[in-house]
């Protein structure tokens, strides 16, 4: 990989701070943020966004595992983030937060299909706008990103009213699901997203079992 095209990658990864929060998949109630998954969704690289690069179980095992190997490394960037969170600590975190997240990433990417990186980094424009992983996969702008997402909102308003949405935006909102990469991502999902949360369920080393 080009020197620059890995610069503007990691640069733009830099941007995207997601909360470490478990998604969709539970956690276990004492689990540590450290733990490979609350790395690995703050990196980016949720159940979703993996069915979404063609990743499936196998590979979602075999990225937390790596994560998991890298001990000293999760504890660190959990140091650094907390440092962040305080005025005081915050200057001398953020010399070393954006270059811990940077090696987690690839440690975390390598093994993953081809184009891993790029296409996570890629689809954190439409995720952190609140864009469903397969319609985050159709833009290209927070811009565009956030419209998509205010014609869900009132989509979502419009059924709970029992109106209809304007023809225009229902138009809009229809191509974007009509999308070949949409199309590919829900049918990647309804194939391995089960597998994926599972092995995701797996990797929680709190002293709980993590909810069914």
Excluded: K, N
Aim: overall charge negative.
């Amino acid at each position: 990989m080009p020197i620059s095209t890995t610069v503007g990658m990691y640069a733009l990864l830099a941007s995207f701070h997601l909360p470490m929060s478990p998604s969709t998949i539970g956690s276990p109630v004492d689990a540590d943020v450290s733990d490979p998954p609350w790395i690995a969704i703050h990196l980016g690289l949720t159940p979703e966004a993996l069915c979404a690069i063609g990743a499936d179980a196998d590979d979602a095992d075999d990225m937390l595992a790596r994560l998991e190997g890298a001990g000293t490394a999760r504890h660190a960037l959990c140091a650094s983030l907390s440092l962040c969170s305080e005025s005081q600590g915050q200057q001398t975190a953020l010399g070393s937060l954006d270059s811990q997240q940077e090696s987690l990433f690839e440690l975390a990417c390598d093994g993953l299909p081809e184009g891993a990186a790029h296409a996570i980094v890629a689809l954190q424009v439409g995720m952190e706008a609140g864009l469903p992983v397969d319609l985050a996969a159709t833009v290209q702008s927070p811009f565009e990103a956030r419209s998509l997402r205010r014609l869900m909102i009132a989509e979502a308003r419009s059924q709970r009213l029992g109106h209809s949405l304007p023809q225009e935006h229902a138009s809009r909102l229809a191509a974007a699901r009509a999308l070949p990469a949409a199309v590919t991502i829900r049918a990647r999902m309804a194939e391995h997203l089960g597998g994926v949360r599972d092995a995701y369920q797996g990797h929680w080393t709190g002293a709980q079992p993590p909810p069914p």
